[in-house]
Nanobody, 122 residues
Framework: QVQLVESGGGLVQAGGSLRLSCAAS????????MAWFRQAPGKERLFVAT????????YYADSVKGRFTISRDNAKNTVYLQMNTLKPEDTAVYYC???????????????WGQGTQVTVSS
């Protein structure tokens, strides 16, 4: 069982930056691929980024490529999402998720956090 707790969301102006964190419980954190998804009001939950258990492989949605960076610190059981050059369309609740492999679909992830709100004003 893995429990995930996100933090770091907030209100930021367009062009600004935020760093989200996701702290995981358990002693097998490095065995899980981790991902970030986001969900805007009234819309489906969409893939943002994923990272392999070792941290050696990452993959991004086209909409955030070059602006967002996913990373992890296995010693701290934490995954991060550095978000730069934020746009109003990045506004959403951001969720972290843990799964066996680094997929881009929600159904491949077994564990989810409660989400953290990110609001980007224009």
């Amino acid at each position: 069982q893995v429990q995930l707790v996100e933090s770091g969301g907030g209100l930021v102006q367009a062009g600004g930056s935020l760093r989200l964190s996701c702290a995981a419980s358990g002693r097998t954190f490095s065995s899980y691929a981790m991902a970030w998804f986001r969900q805007a009001p009234g819309k489906e939950r969409l893939f943002v980024a994923t990272i392999s258990g070792s941290g050696g492989n990452t993959y991004y949605a086209d909409s955030v490529k070059g602006r967002f960076t996913i990373s992890r610190d296995n010693a701290k059981n934490t995954v991060y999402l550095q978000m730069n050059t934020l746009k109003p369309e990045d506004t959403a609740v951001y969720y972290c998720a843990a799964g066996t492999l680094a997929f881009t679909t929600t159904t491949k992830y077994n564990y989810w956090g409660q989400g953290t709100q990110v609001t980007v004003s224009s």
